[in-house]
């Protein structure tokens, strides 16, 4: 059985709805894989959100391994928020002991799933780690919400989502799945020229001050975005888990050992998810 190691900070409801997105998928046979265990970075008490997702994996039966980087050397990270080598040592040191927790358990893959903090380098060269992040290969960087208003910005005519390999760069890492969508035709003509009629009486920064998230472009841009992640990282652990494709030496390989030299797509499964739904 394919095994896999789910990484979350547990924050808030995006967090809860990926581990209940998966479990269903594993109950189903969709996925033909196992959580070999849930860490989660916080411990009972440490925020109200984390409380309820610890509380839902204890539900689930799923082994469960708390530690809370709150309470983990806290002079020394905050330390760190002034010195960028006290910082990577206590990362460092963090994650020594994660996987000093998780050795035990034997994983094929490890999933981030609304995991909060960065991962060490000496961690995420001894695991296979993927990340989900919300635009296309070669698209924007940076939070979901600075993706959105550069493709605003640029005009883009596509967006989408992507599993990345995590490495020892913070978001450098290759992409490994992805899947695309449009922001023309449909609801987005109408949103494109009511921004352009704006832009001929303000600027683009001000709307962004003014509006910010309650813009109707940037909102529509979002919930396209946001309805394919979950299916994103569902049909990308399927991948692996059925073999169709592995990481190896950071490279991409297929079942039959082809070397693929460019992220595997699952825009067309994705898609009829959603038209089914």
Same mark, same amino acid.
């Given at each position: 059985?394919?095994?896999?190691?789910?990484?979350?900070?547990?924050?808030?409801?995006?967090?809860?709805?990926?581990?209940?997105?998966?479990? #269903?998928?594993?109950?189903?046979?969709?996925?033909?894989? *196992?959580?070999?265990?849930?860490?989660?970075?916080? *411990?009972?008490?440490?925020?109200?959100?984390?409380?309820?997702?610890?509380?839902?994996?204890?539900?689930?039966?799923?082994?469960?391994?708390?530690?809370?980087?709150?309470?983990?050397?806290?002079?020394?990270? +905050?330390?760190?928020?002034?010195?960028?080598?006290?910082?990577?040592?206590?990362?460092?040191?963090?994650?020594? *002991?994660?996987?000093?927790?998780? #050795?035990?358990?034997?994983?094929?893959?490890?999933?981030?799933?609304?995991?909060?903090?960065?991962?060490?380098?000496?961690?995420? =060269?001894?695991?296979?780690?993927?990340?989900?992040?919300?635009?296309?290969?070669?698209?924007?960087?940076?939070?979901?919400?600075?993706?959105?208003?550069?493709?605003?910005?640029?005009?883009? =005519?596509?967006?989408?989502?992507?599993?990345?390999?995590?490495?020892?760069?913070?978001?450098?890492?290759?992409?490994?799945?992805?899947?695309?969508?449009?922001?023309?035709?449909?609801?987005?003509?109408?949103?494109? *020229?009511?921004?352009?009629?704006?832009?001929?009486?303000? =600027?683009?920064?001000?709307?962004?001050?003014?509006?910010? @998230?309650?813009?109707?472009?940037?909102? +529509?841009?979002?919930?396209?975005?946001?309805?394919?992640?979950?299916?994103?990282?569902?049909?990308?652990? +399927?991948?692996?888990?059925?073999?169709?494709? +592995?990481?190896?030496?950071?490279?991409?390989?297929?079942?039959?050992?082809?070397?693929?030299? @460019?992220?595997?797509?699952? =825009?067309? #499964?994705?898609?009829?998810?959603?038209?089914?739904?």
């Amino acid at each position: 059985m394919y095994r896999i190691g789910w990484f979350s900070t547990g924050r808030g409801q995006g967090s809860l709805n990926l581990l209940n997105a998966i479990t #269903a998928a594993i109950n189903s046979g969709t996925v033909n894989a *196992e959580l070999a265990y849930v860490f989660c970075s916080r *411990e009972l008490g440490d925020a109200e959100g984390s409380d309820r997702y610890i509380q839902q994996v204890r539900q689930y039966g799923i082994p469960l391994i708390c530690f809370s980087s709150k309470r983990f050397r806290p002079e020394l990270r +905050k330390e760190g928020k002034h010195k960028p080598e006290l910082l990577a040592r206590w990362r460092t040191e963090y994650d020594r *002991e994660i996987m000093s927790r998780i #050795a035990p358990h034997r994983v094929d893959l490890i999933v981030l799933a609304g995991y909060m903090l960065i991962v060490s380098p000496e961690m995420c =060269t001894r695991y296979t780690m993927l990340n989900l992040h919300p635009a296309a290969p070669n698209g924007p960087a940076g939070t979901w919400q600075e993706v959105i208003w550069q493709l605003i910005e640029q005009r883009a =005519t596509h967006s989408g989502n992507m599993m990345h390999l995590v490495i020892e760069e913070l978001d450098k890492g290759p992409p490994v799945t992805y899947s695309t969508f449009r922001l023309r035709g449909g609801g987005f003509d109408p949103l494109w *020229e009511e921004l352009e009629a704006k832009l001929k009486q303000t =600027t683009l920064e001000n709307i962004i001050q003014q509006e910010g @998230e309650k813009n109707p472009l940037f909102a +529509k841009i979002r919930q396209e975005g946001a309805r394919r992640e979950i299916p994103l990282v569902i049909h990308t652990v +399927k991948a692996f888990a059925d073999g169709k494709i +592995k990481i190896h030496n950071r490279q991409i390989i297929t079942a039959d050992g082809t070397v693929l030299r @460019e992220p595997y797509c699952l =825009t067309d #499964a994705i898609e009829q998810d959603i038209r089914d739904t």
